[in-house]
């Protein structure tokens, strides 16, 4: 999570989703891709809308658990 609240999520296709986190510590996307991210309590993002989960691997950065690091995500893609 960076200072203000946010966390930047980068795909391996370079698309990059800045999320702004809620009053109740849930996280939305502010570039009109309508995503939610809710954060557990060891830190792992999950995004209902897929299923994919994501960690923090530095201050603001979310790294995908659940896909390789160097594909890109499909508009549509959804957890296997």
């Not at 009053?23 to 991210?37: A, M, V």
């Not at 830190?43 to 691997?57: A, L, N």
């Amino acid at each position: 999570e960076n200072p203000d609240g946010s966390a930047m999520l980068v795909d391996g296709g370079g698309q990059q989703l800045i999320f702004t986190r809620n009053t109740n510590g849930s996280y939305t996307s502010s570039s009109g891709d309508f995503s939610t991210l809710a954060r557990d309590a060891s830190g792992i993002f999950t995004c209902p809308e897929s299923g994919w989960r994501y960690q923090e691997t530095a201050p603001g950065m979310l790294r995908c658990l659940d896909w390789p690091e160097d594909k890109p995500l499909a508009a549509k893609e959804s957890k296997p």
